[in-house]
């Protein structure tokens, strides 16, 4: 199926040439990567005629239709345009076929709002920061009067070590060790954090709860806490994920952070779930690019792969190379749930403002251009009760045998031997 700049299924009148191009192209796509990769039959006269089609394609494609995306398997898809959709398919009457429509303008015009707040909450803490070097950080709290600053987080997804740029094919049934990466960009610079957590250094065992709260808190607060600029206004940008991002521990972190004096007003906003495309994604595409193409045998060649892939991009491991901790895993949602109450009705909201004007209050709106916020109170008892250092670091649950057992015997001959007692060593003793 073919899209339009909206995520709009282009009607039929490009179903012609797309079927004239896809002759020329994607026919014999998978016969002429073998023939091309085959250097023994470098003078194939097949290998000349695939090339010149791809070549005629590709010109085809790009002068009469380049505006034309094709929607990729991993960007999301959103709900309600694909209900909206089928809505205006099944039409029959005038009046379904105008509230259908009406509905689907509203709901792109809706879009387009929450993608333009997005844009221009990116331009202010670019131009706020445009004119200053990129300073030591982290500064101490509240120390400046930054009025922008902006960050987005977010999960990648995952990825799996060994890998090799050309694929092993029996290694493809396998399950190699998988590593998590979880983004948080500071737009103003930019500089893009990106957390690689192997599946030894979770709150679970085996990589289990990677998504939860404790993760994600653990990681942001980090990010947070070591490259702070001082500024008493923070804004974010998150994915619309419950079980990550839009969940009571979160909302809780924010009113954790005004009671804790790290900043004076949070405001944490949310695009709507399937049109959440923004740069930190850019920063994963450079990524996933790299990796593609890079022999990563261990979770070092990884972070090597991150630097590699975009100046803005930076690893960061769990432990250090002298064996050190870069940074902590918390217990943050015990921590938090013993001091905050769950936000009732909170997955029809997307702005959450906190303000040291009301400490242990979170402000609701469900989209940008509400008159009016909702107040709902965080805190359970006095805001004075509330514990300002941060709970106590815990320690990742690990492998479990089976798992150490299973890397050692299946996936340990796939990687190169000077590497294999860092990826898969021997099974610990029980
Ligand atoms: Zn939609």
Redesign the pocket.
Known sequence: MLFDDF?EPIIDQNELLRQQIQSLVVEDETRGDQLIADEERADDPDLETIRKKRQNGCYIWNTCCGHIKISKPEEDV?G??EKLRKMITDAHTENEKLLAADAMRD?IIA?KKEKELYKTCITKAKEELSNIAIPSFPAEPLSSDYQHVHVTFDFAQGVSIPHFARQIGALYFLTPRKIQIFGVRFDGFPLQLNYLIDEDQTVGEDGRNVHGPNSVISMLDDALSKYSLGERVLTLHSDNCAGQNKNMYVMAYFAWRILAGLNTEVNLKMQ?A??ARCLIDGGFAHLKRQYRRTDVDTLVHLAEVVTKSAYSNRPVLYKATNGSRNWELRDWKSFLSAHFRSLRGISSYHYFRFSSTYPGKVFLKKCDDDESETTFTLVKRSVDQVPLNRPDPVTPKGLSRDRQKYLFKSVRPYVRPMFQDITCPTPSEE
């Open positions: 995520n959103c309600k345009c709901h879009v709507i399937g049109h």
